[in-house]
């Protein structure tokens, strides 16, 4: 049997990383815009400790990974845990067969197509809509580069699904000793999708302001600014104590940094195709946000070896960050008052 | 047109650039990712780059060859100039200020916008691509089908005056490899 979906595009926007790319590839199979599903949303929540050493990490606070990644939208997704590889690779292929493309976690160590390939570990997100019996091969589109869009062994896949994902060099970061476990994915269409218009735009902004101004800090969750100033002034200091913070604001960082700069376009091209340059301005204001975190990513990235050193300047950094989020969704409150 | 380039050797502080030998032993980011140097200016050389000259970086002790950004202030020929030229690139891209120390003590801020060094990313701000590697170099092989980038940005020098030196913000994720001072035939 032969299996090769239609309407597989590869999506990329270049803030984002696999769980964008991957998402995007799927809710694009839907015929939807994944910058305006996946861009749409913004807000800040995190719990303590939640992280997980995975590339497409995303807190998960109030649902499925899909339906955090686009509050807006009528979505919904499932994680799959197969007992054993063998299943995991039978229940992927049945899914594709009946028409779904899926997202698989697969270790890069092991997909040839990857710069990784025999050489790093990392717990990785790919799309999977096609295989081929005969050939004993499977279709797999990841957009992070280089971008990859075809064939590969079902072995290759397996074991990339199957892989125990171990530390064994010091590039081993970040993503490691995280067993793949053959976990997969499924989305799915919970309702009529919403029109674009000029009063999709203003719901969005406005419930996106709500969550910023309603979300708090209840004991080791944080939400909305409040949330976001305490990420950055009470849980950023304990890098210099606790070693594995420095991971874990890396990778909070990381998926920040990517709504961040997907909204900041998702409100630009709302700007374009609306006619309503205020919204193009408001962009480019979000944008601004989104390089805070570039900063803050790198700095924290790089002050292992001596975090206290680097401590005075990664809090100035979440300062002022808080100060332009805050300034920024000022200005959004009143270009979406003039919607 | 007149093209002043800045030595920078006495603040390179990272090791971006790297030749095709294994084990490399340079870290543009945190992967330990570097530009092939066969695929680069000679380091040291002249290099036109869009009709600006910058003098690429010669290696310093350590081999560093770019200037990672972390607050150094780095002191030019005194002179008035119109626009500060830089060959640079970031890990993802980000924006920041430089701050110009004018020969009256005066320090005026200009924003430092600079594209993602990462491949298959377009220019975010509009730089011109100076120069585009066909492979990146990892730790343990070359990467073919990896083109990393080197972006020429542009920074206005909007309010006339001498200029004496120019401080980098500190935000790491901003690599800069050659600074070029430039003053424009005409007199605005």
């Known amino acids: 049997m032969r299996v090769l979906l239609p309407g597989i595009r590869p999506w990329r926007h270049d803030l984002t990383h696999c769980l964008h790319t991957t998402f995007g590839v799927l809710v694009g199979f839907y015929g939807l815009d994944p910058l305006h599903v996946l861009g749409a949303g913004w807000g800040f929540g995190y719990r303590l400790d939640d992280v997980r050493r995975e590339e497409y990490y995303f807190p998960c606070l109030d649902g499925s990974l899909l339906a955090g990644l686009a509050p807006h939208h009528g979505l919904d997704s499932h994680w799959h845990e197969p007992e054993d590889a063998a299943h995991g690779w039978e229940q992927v292929r049945a899914c594709v067969a009946a028409g779904q493309p899926v997202a698989v976690a697969a270790d890069n160590f092991h997909l040839p197509f990857r710069p990784a390939f025999s050489d790093v570990h990392t717990n990785h997100l790919l799309a999977v809509y096609g295989f081929d019996d005969e050939e004993g091969t499977v279709y797999v589109a990841d957009p992070v580069p280089p971008r990859f869009d075809g064939p590969i062994t079902v072995d290759a896949l397996t074991n990339a699904r199957d892989s125990n994902n171990p530390i064994t060099h010091e590039r081993d970061m970040f993503f490691t000793a995280n067993p793949i476990a053959n976990r997969w994915l499924t989305v799915e269409l919970t309702g009529p999708q919403p ?139 009143q270009t979406a008052a003039q919607l | 047109m007149d093209s002043r380039p800045v030595e920078l050797e006495a603040y390179l502080n990272n090791v971006g650039i790297c030749e095709s030998r294994w084990p490399t032993t340079g870290a543009f980011n945190i992967w330990s990712n570097t530009f092939p140097a066969e695929e680069l200016p000679p380091r040291g050389s002249r290099v036109d780059v869009g009709g600006v000259t910058f003098r690429f970086p010669a290696a310093g ?112 994720a901003i690599h800069v490899f050659a600074l070029t001072l430039v003053r424009e035939a005409v007199d605005a």
Not at chain 1, 284 to 289: A, K, M, N, Q
Request: glycine letters at 8%; one cysteine or more.
């Open chain 1, 195 to 333: 029109t674009f218009d000029r009063d999709f735009v203003r719901r969005v902004l406005l419930s996106n302001l709500d969550g910023f101004a309603r979300g708090k800090v209840e004991g080791p969750t944080m939400r909305g600014v409040a949330g976001l100033r305490e990420f950055l002034t009470a849980c950023l200091p304990r890098i210099a104590d606790e070693p594995q913070r420095i991971d874990e604001v890396f990778i909070v960082a990381g998926v920040t940094l990517a709504i961040t700069g997907l909204h900041a376009d998702f409100l630009a091209d709302s700007g374009r195709r609306l006619g309503l340059p205020a919204l193009v301005e408001l962009g480019r204001e979000v944008d601004r946000v989104a390089h805070h975190w570039t900063a803050l990513r790198i700095g924290v990235a790089n002050s292992r070896s001596a975090p206290i050193d680097d401590l005075p300047a990664l809090l100035r950094r979440g300062r002022n960050l808080v100060a332009d989020q805050e300034r920024v969704l000022d200005r959004m409150a």
């Open chain 2, 61 to 172: 002790p350590g081999g560093e060859d770019n200037l990672r950004c972390r607050g150094q202030s780095v002191e030019v020929p005194s002179g008035a100039y119109d626009w500060i030229y830089l060959l640079a690139a970031a890990e993802r891209r980000t924006e920041d200020a430089l701050a110009l120390r004018y020969s009256d003590s005066t320090q005026r801020r200009q924003w430092l916008r600079v594209s993602d060094f990462w491949p298959e990313t377009a220019a975010r701000f509009g730089e011109l691509e100076a120069f585009r590697c066909a492979r990146m170099l990892y730790p343990r092989h070359s990467q073919p089908n990896m083109a990393p980038v080197i972006w020429r940005c542009r920074v206005p020098v909007a309010i006339p005056g001498s200029i004496e030196a120019i401080r980098f913000p500190d935000n790491p």
